[in-house]
Nanobody, 128 residues
């Protein structure tokens, strides 16, 4: 079983930056074969894809974050990152990381229903 713990959320002003981290449990011995994603969720709404990366390093981003956010993974440390730059108030949400095996990442962030493992979420608040 994969356990994920997010960190790095917080409050920033518009134009600022944050880096989210998602640490996988030490028992995730198949970390290298997993695909990973970042999703966001507003109160009363479903989860929406932000970025994803597969085991080969292929990445995909939501149009709204292209050029501003960067997803990356450190296989040795078993940590997933989301570097968020030029943040805007519309980026305010709870952000979740997710993982699962054999999830293909092509030109779009995969549907959140494909991922079986989720973190607890971290709040990102951007003020104008």
């Amino acid at each position: 079983q994969v356990q994920l713990v997010e960190s790095g959320g917080g409050s920033v002003q518009a134009g600022g930056s944050l880096r989210l981290s998602c640490a996988a449990s030490a028992y995730t011995y198949t970390y290298d074969t997993y695909s990973w994603g970042w999703f966001r969720q507003a109160p009363g709404s479903g989860r929406v894809g932000v970025a994803a990366i597969d085991s080969d390093g292929t990445t995909a981003y939501a149009d709204s974050v292209k050029g501003r956010f960067t997803i990356s993974r450190d296989n040795a440390k078993k940590i997933l990152y989301l570097e968020m730059n030029s943040l805007q108030p519309d980026d305010t949400d709870v952000y979740y990381c997710a993982a699962d095996e054999f999830v293909a990442v092509t030109t779009h962030v995969p549907d959140p229903g494909i991922f079986g493992y989720w973190g607890q979420g971290t709040q990102v608040t951007v003020s104008s």
